[in-house]
């Protein structure tokens, strides 16, 4: 997947403090790529709910391939947290990730590794940026088809 391959199609909301963004492969290649960019707030449920209902709208189209990557503020395993616990709640899966079958792909390739999937924080204090993705959710059927970098 690349930028040359991909027609972006951007629908642009902003409501409730979320943006959710989208893009399709060129409707003549055999495969599309479902690419999420949101900002989902953990409290706001009903957001939630409108962004999972979007998710599971496109899951009838087998031939998207998607690929979940995000801060979501959510952990799945407290004991893998690298942060110090702020809740005891073990959060649930959504219904979306279980529906397209997706899996925590750096969980799945460090099982017992405690962090998560990528961060990144500057000590330039003229350019400060904290990046972390948290996961990387990718459906179990193309497995088979990655290879080491």
Known sequence: MNATNLRFHFKDRLDNQYELRDSQKHPDKLKESGIWVYYLPPQDKTTQQYFEQIMNNVSTNLDIIHIWMSDINHYFNHALDINPLTSSKKEDI???FIHFNLIDFFRFLNPKLKEFSW???????????????????????????????
Do not use: E, G, M
Not at 120 to 146: A, E, G, P, V
């Open 94 to 96: 959504p219904l979306c």
């Open 119 to 149: 961060h990144k924080r500057t000590n330039n204090t003229s350019n400060s940026i904290d990046i972390c993705i948290d996961h990387i959710w990718i459906q179990r059927n193309i497995l088979q088809n990655l290879r080491p970098a």
